[in-house]
């Protein structure tokens, strides 16, 4: 499968025109030409930290006119998701990040639209691949 996962970061960024990544994650949005898929687990983030009603409403707003498609998770993704937040409880890997790399594994998707460089440039696909990050 072809497409771009999405990260809560520039779902976050996106809305704020004061965060330090709304530019860049601006800018970057426009020249993606992939399908864009995201997890519920990152919008729940996304919608804990905007805040306010006006702000996940805007949120909403992104999210339908991006589009962003929804991948589903399943009670036969639990295993996976909590694997991975084992592999990477050093870190700490949050619920956000170990939902979009495990869909990134079982969709087939290497690339991830994230302002956290940190966390997902260790994060590895089986076999040890690397995600492609934007931004």
């Given amino acids: 499968m072809r497409g771009v996962l999405v990260d809560t970061g520039p779902l976050v960024a996106i809305l704020d025109a004061g965060d330090a990544f709304h530019d860049s994650c601006v800018r970057a949005l426009e020249k993606i030409r992939e399908p864009l898929f995201t997890v519920w687990p990152v919008i729940a983030e996304a919608m804990h930290l905007v805040g306010s009603f006006g ?11 991006a589009p962003v ?67």
């Fill in 55 to 65: 702000a996940q409403d805007r949120l909403w707003d992104v999210l339908e006119e």
């Fill in 69 to 135: 498609r929804l991948l589903a998770l399943e009670a036969a993704d639990i295993h996976g998701i909590r694997a991975l937040m084992k592999k990477y409880a050093d870190r700490p890997m949050d619920l956000a990040d170990a939902a979009l790399v495990h869909a990134a594994a079982r969709e087939g998707l290497h690339t991830v639209f994230t302002v956290d460089r940190a966390g997902f440039a260790v994060y590895r696909l089986p076999g040890g691949r690397r995600l492609r990050l934007l931004l």
